[in-house]
């Protein structure tokens, strides 16, 4: 009579655990995603934090963020009925030239108020995307403006030699292997490639007289690269007002009329499974702290502003 017991108590148990596993793992990740990203709110809140850049992933061990995404989201932002206005919180030293061209020609096209607050840094790309926006608040102390370009890389042709290690040039084309990091350039190719970068800048120049309503000529003055802190920018004309967030939503609600501001944030959804898998990495990466990191570089020859 025990032994029967036994049997439909472990029975019991079994269907219990399986019943279990089948919700958790089966149930639970599709009423998850079904619910995933339903919000309310009458302001869009875009995030752009980090290096600028075409696609997701990291530069140098650098969080980056995707044209693409923002783009997305603004159009998003665009079409949907109760987002009165767009928020866009910057924290990015920049990044690919044509990502934030990408980001900031989007946010020219939007019917609705647009407002940029620059956290702690919204400088050359970063600062690019900002002077896009109806609107741009900066921290005091924030590093914003920087406008320039950046295609520097390493050239390892005399470490080459010193191990006696050589490079055996094969192209088809003279200017092919220009920038190559495993030969020194000719000034015929370094002056080559100066008139672009300089041409890129000039592009940067225009948009950001453009987009500030200064002159061209006092953008060129601006335009050596130096960063500013937000309190300097204000002077300079390059931000429209000292703050944060609250400065934001008090400006819309006396632009707009708002009584409040509810906030529908904009982020790329993750999955049941990319969220689970992050809470282990999270949980492995504090273990394996201070052990040592490793840098990847994305491609010697972008060119960064």
């Known amino acids: 009579m025990k032994k029967q017991v036994r049997k439909v108590s472990l029975r019991k148990v079994f269907w219990i655990t399986l019943g279990s596993m089948l919700f958790l793992f089966f149930v639970l990740p599709i009423i998850i995603s079904l619910f995933n990203g339903l919000q309310f709110g009458n302001v869009a809140l875009i995030s752009i934090e980090g290096v600028i850049a075409g696609n997701q992933g990291s530069y140098w061990g650098q969080e980056v963020v995707?044209?693409?995404?923002?783009v997305g989201f603004?159009?998003?932002?665009?079409?949907?009925?109760?987002?009165?206005?767009?928020?866009?919180?910057?924290?990015?030293?920049?990044?690919s030239a044509v990502a934030?061209?990408?980001?900031?020609?989007?946010?020219?096209?939007m019917?609705?108020?647009?407002?940029?607050?620059?956290?702690?840094?919204?400088?050359?790309?970063?600062?690019?995307?900002?002077?896009?926006?109806?609107?741009?608040?900066?921290?005091?102390?924030?590093i914003t403006g920087s406008i320039g370009v950046l295609s520097s890389y390493l050239e390892f042709s005399g470490l080459m030699e010193h191990y006696g290690v050589?490079?055996?040039?094969?192209?088809?084309?003279?200017?092919?292997?220009?920038?190559t990091p495993f030969r020194k350039l000719t000034e015929e190719e370094r002056n080559i490639l100066q008139k672009k970068i300089n041409k890129i800048h000039e592009f940067f120049i225009e948009e950001i007289a453009r987009n500030r309503n200064l002159s061209g000529e006092k953008v060129k003055k601006l335009a050596t690269g130096e960063f500013f802190l937000g309190s300097e920018a204000l002077g300079l004309g390059l931000v429209d007002e000292l703050g944060?967030?609250?400065?934001?939503?008090a400006y819309l609600k006396e632009r707009l009329g708002l009584k409040e501001i509810d906030y529908m944030q904009y982020e790329i959804k993750k999955s049941f499974w990319e969220e689970?898998?992050?809470?282990?990495?999270?949980?492995?990466?504090?273990i394996g702290e201070g052990i040592g990191s490793v840098l990847v570089s994305q491609g010697n020859k972008a060119i960064w502003v």
């Open 74 to 95: 603004l159009k998003e932002a665009e079409e949907n009925t109760m987002i009165k206005a767009v928020v866009l919180e910057i924290n990015s030293p920049g990044g």
């Open 244 to 249: 944060n967030k609250e400065r934001a939503e």
């Open 111 to 142: 019917k609705k108020p647009v407002v940029a607050v620059i956290r702690e840094v919204g400088a050359s790309g970063g600062y690019w995307v900002a002077s896009a926006a109806d609107y741009v608040i900066a921290n005091r102390m924030s």
């Open 100 to 109: 934030s061209d990408e980001i900031a020609s989007q946010i020219k096209r």
């Open 276 to 286: 689970l898998l992050g809470v282990f990495n999270n949980y492995f990466f504090k």
């Open 166 to 179: 050589s490079y055996e040039r094969l192209v088809a084309g003279e200017y092919k292997d220009m920038g």
């Open 66 to 70: 995707s044209s693409k995404e923002i």
